[in-house]
């Protein structure tokens, strides 16, 4: 079956860093997304992996092996307005998201 | 660019009616448009795949004929729920692709529906 994980809730200090993994289980591959939504709205895209490495742009940056199934997305710098849950999905062979529950990040003065 | 608009942004209805919610991109033409249902603190389920001009492909356990799905342009997707039950109220987003590179898909800013 498919399946994409990754933990429920996370909180972090202002300030600091913190890293959302998530590990997936498809048929076949097409790419691994991470969104941000905050409660209440619709969720806006952060960032796509389909190669193996690091992508970075800005405070955030995403991580991707194909290998191990594993996807990671980095805050850095973190401040108040980047509370919210973070969306792993990954795409299959036919071009369809698989989405994971979501991690909520609470962000801490 | 690449805006996926949705109205009405919020609805409230009685048991028993239907509710048109309609999606569009305003500044690009999407062949594809995916309708997804999101539950408090759940993840998004997708519901149907809307393609231009032919019907719509169903996941399996959506309701074909409670969620009427129409895609009638390249810019406009609607979806109707009919005779809405509490239990249909859900936040309803639609996203669309722009065909990027990159599959990204855009998303409306959703649409809250409350079935009284």
């Known amino acids: 079956g498919q399946n994409i994980d990754q933990p429920t809730e996370m909180t972090a200090t202002e300030g600091a860093i913190v890293q959302i993994n998530c590990t997936y289980q498809?048929?076949?591959?097409?790419?691994l997304f991470w969104y941000q939504q905050h409660a209440g709205e619709a969720p806006t895209f952060l960032s796509y992996?389909?190669l193996d490495g690091l992508e970075e742009k800005g405070r955030f940056s995403s991580f991707l092996s194909r290998s191990k199934g594993y996807s990671y997305l980095l805050l850095k710098e973190l401040q108040m307005k980047d509370s919210a849950s973070y969306l792993c999905?990954?795409?299959?062979?036919?071009?369809?998201?698989?989405w994971g529950a979501g991690t909520k990040l609470i962000i801490k003065p | 660019g690449a805006v996926v608009s949705q109205h009405p942004s919020r609805v409230i209805c009685k048991s028993g009616t239907s509710v048109k919610i309609e999606c569009r991109s305003l500044?690009?033409?999407?062949?594809?448009m995916f309708w997804y249902r999101q539950f408090p603190k759940k993840s998004l389920m997708l519901m149907a795949t809307?393609?231009?001009?032919?019907?719509?492909?169903?996941e399996q356990g959506v309701e074909k004929d409670k969620f009427l799905i129409n895609h009638a342009s390249l810019t406009l997707s609607t979806l109707t729920v009919t005779s809405a039950h509490p239990e249909d109220s859900s936040f309803y987003i639609c996203?669309?692709?722009?065909?990027?590179?990159?599959?990204?898909?855009?998303f409306g800013p959703g649409t809250r529906l409350t079935v009284l």
């Open positions: 996203s669309a692709g722009a065909g990027r590179e990159n599959n990204e898909q855009f």
């Open positions: 500044d690009f033409q999407a062949t594809t």
């Open positions: 809307s393609n231009e001009g032919s019907k719509a492909t169903y």
């Open positions: 498809t048929s076949g591959f097409n790419g």
């Open positions: 992996n389909v």
């Open positions: 999905a990954a795409m299959d062979s036919n071009y369809q998201l698989i």
